[in-house]
């Protein structure tokens, strides 16, 4: 749980936390955001006011043969009511090739529209190129995360501080061997929410809500990541808690129905539980939506070879903003299963991270799971050496962590399917390793959104939430994954008058690479 969720969990100012940083956390935050600020402060105008403003350029996704940038453009010298230029309806395309004099290749839109995304396709392994986003002439600028230590539009340092660029990115090799199964990894839909990034306590951090008359955003957004997850070709799809803003039985009820379109719950995929989703009952609710009412929240499922292990990480009794913890109970049960099948591929997901390492905003203990759990997890996974990959939420960012005491696991934090960035995670699971890919929900509206939510914690949220570098939302690791068995691939599940979806029925997977868009 981030600051922005804490009005959420506990509707009391922040002074009244248990788990608030101390003042070496708030420190440390404090010079990290300082150059932020400061830019923020002295950004030039542009200087023709009748061109768009082209700006908020990410390298969101980078595969071995593709790449996704998104940007915004924007219209200097208007006001939307907040004090925001109005956007821009523009076109848009990207430019480029594998020198930075010479980008003799162009990918475009299909519509003019101010929130731009742009997929370039059939790149090669292991190359380098060079970038320029623009619309109506005018290049992008990319999110300054490099004044953090970090990059948002390419891989290297290429065309930083320049009016424009080119960027540059290099393209991964893909993992070895032959594609097995794709996972969509996502967390934070928060459904029945209706104020992204309220922090209760502190009145200049007001939140962003959706714009009247428009779908809630986080129905929008958790079913254009469903339906983005199931176009990417994912097979199986791991929801990592926080699925409703706070346990009610109707917005679980409404998460069901979207992720029910993905494919059939505890077969296409699978839910476990967030501090948020206790509410009133204590997590009853949630357990009546998506599990037995007298079951427990975490279990073991096999697909193909492959373990995957769901865990409740606020098994305990509480408001939901300390940190999270396993009962007794599952925590006894999660180490017996690790130590029945040591070298077995495993991927577990539970709602909160064992580590939060380099965040920008102040951590606190309710950010994370128990330091001594989470020092008991990984002490489990290092004599696991099956386990692989742990995904989590919570955090609402994208981060790729890895630990001296467990060197063999990611420990992937994926951002919020409800609010920018807006999307999830593909892991790409081949015979010899596997990549982990972060894709922006697409539709013109979610794209929207995105854009506007960007705003929460006084316009700071990209610095937290997008993933510092390209490697913190897209990654290769080469390791032996040969034991897992390959799937076929679903086709998308047909839908009822009433909402409800019929099983999914099989067809040949696409081989090796990366799925198709």
């Not at 390791?479 to 909402?499: E, F, N, V």
Request: glycine share 14%.
């Amino acid at each position: 749980m981030h600051l922005a969720d804490m009005r959420c969990c506990l509707p009391v100012p922040l002074g009244a936390l248990a788990g608030i940083p101390g003042p070496r956390e708030m420190l440390r935050s404090g010079l990290l955001l300082a150059p932020a600020l400061l830019r923020s402060a002295t950004a030039p105008a542009p200087r023709h006011a009748r061109s768009p403003a082209a700006v908020h350029l990410e390298l969101v996704t980078l595969t071995e043969d593709r790449a996704v940038l998104t940007w915004h453009t924007l219209q200097p010298g208007t006001d939307d009511g907040t004090g925001r230029p109005l956007p821009a309806v523009t076109e848009g395309e990207v430019v480029y090739g594998t020198r930075p004099g010479r980008l003799n290749r162009t990918a475009g839109e299909d519509r003019p529209t101010a929130h731009h995304h742009v997929e370039l396709t059939g790149l090669e392994p292991g190359r380098t190129y060079y970038y320029q986003a623009r619309s109506r002439g005018v290049a992008a600028t990319p999110t300054a995360l490099h004044l953090v230590r970090g990059n948002a539009a390419g891989t290297s340092r290429h065309g930083l501080g320049t009016p424009g660029g080119p960027y540059s990115f290099t393209t991964p090799q893909p993992p070895p061997g032959r594609h097995l199964l794709s996972v969509a990894l996502c967390n934070d839909l928060h459904i029945g929410e209706t104020v992204a990034g309220l922090v209760s306590g502190v009145p200049f951090l007001g939140g962003v809500a959706q714009q009247p008359g428009l779908t809630a955003y986080p129905e929008l957004m958790s079913r254009a990541v469903v339906d983005e997850a199931r176009g990417r070709g994912a097979q199986l799809l791991l929801a990592a808690g926080d699925i409703s803003a706070g346990g009610r039985p109707r917005d679980l009820a409404a998460a069901r129905a979207i992720l029910d379109g993905f494919g059939t719950h505890r077969r296409d995929y699978f839910v476990v539980r967030g501090n948020h989703d206790r509410g009133a009952e204590a997590g009853a609710g949630f357990h009546r939506a998506f599990g037995a009412p007298d079951g427990p929240g975490f279990f073991e499922h096999d697909v193909g070879g492959l373990r995957i292990i769901g865990l409740d990480t606020y098994d305990k009794q509480g408001n939901g903003g300390d940190a999270g913890g396993l009962g007794p109970e599952q925590l006894s049960w999660f180490g017996r299963r690790l130590r029945a099948d040591r070298d077995r591929p495993t991927v577990v997901f539970g709602h909160h991270p064992l580590t939060v390492r380099d965040a920008l905003f102040p951590v606190g203990p309710g950010q994370r799971l128990g330091r001594s759990q989470a020092r008991a997890i990984l002490r489990a996974y290092a004599a696991a050496p099956g386990v692989f990959l742990h995904h989590a939420g919570h955090t609402h960012r994208n981060k790729r962590s890895q630990v001296p005491h467990a060197p063999q696991v990611t420990l992937q934090e994926v951002g919020a399917a409800k609010e920018y960035p807006g999307g999830f995670v593909l892991l790409r699971i081949h015979s010899g390793g596997y990549a982990l890919n972060f894709f922006r929900a697409r539709p013109p509206e979610a794209l929207e959104w995105n854009e506007r939510s960007r705003r929460q914690a006084g316009g700071l949220w990209p610095y937290h939430a997008l993933g510092r570098t390209v490697a913190d939302r897209n990654s290769v690791t080469v390791r032996d994954l040969s034991g897992i068995g390959r799937l076929t691939q679903p086709s998308a599940p047909s839908r009822s008058s009433q909402g409800m979806t019929a099983a999914p029925t099989p067809r040949p997977d696409v081989a090796g690479g990366t799925p198709p868009p």
